[in-house]
């Protein structure tokens, strides 16, 4: 489960939305809990971030802003909830590509979906050894 406040919500599709047609990527900082193999955490701070990458079709972290915001996150006492992007074309659900690149077990993975621009759609994914399970997305 991974909670996300109305407001990092609102920044997320903003991003989404200003970033088109390129897909929109960013971290996601909070707290997160990890019992009986099951990960639950809230996204209280949004970091968006440049696509390395600048393209419709893919997302990449630029490493020196990936750099850098890890270092606020630690410096704010919070750690990394989730890695966030959009998919501009297509349903918010992680594709072959997005498995392969998923190196951080421990996080979460929000998809944006721009695929109806009038009623985009947030969905929350775990990533674990090319497994993937859709984890519930609860306002907050």
């Known amino acids: ?14 991003e989404a939305q200003r970033e088109y047609p390129n897909e929109a990527c960013g971290l996601l900082a909070g707290r997160v809990v990890v019992e009986d193999g099951r990960t639950d955490a809230r996204a ?9 990458d600048a393209s419709p079709a ?3 972290l630029d490493p020196r802003e990936q750099l850098d915001v890890f270092t606020r996150i630690d410096e ?6 989730a890695i966030y992007h959009s998919h501009t074309h297509s349903e918010a659900y ?7 690149l998923a190196f951080y077990p421990e996080a979460h993975y929000v ?9 985009p759609v947030v969905r929350a994914f775990t990533i674990r050894d090319g497994v993937i399970d859709e984890q519930e997305v609860r306002a907050g």
């Open 76 to 81: 704010e006492g919070l750690e990394l909830v």
């Open 58 to 60: 893919s997302y990449r």
């Open 94 to 100: 992680p594709s072959e590509t997005d498995r392969s």
């Open 44 to 52: 209280d701070r949004f970091f968006a971030m440049r696509n390395a």
């Open 111 to 119: 998809l944006v979906s721009l695929e109806d621009h009038d009623v």
């Open 1 to 14: 489960m991974i909670e996300i406040p109305n407001e990092v919500r609102e920044q997320m599709l903003a």
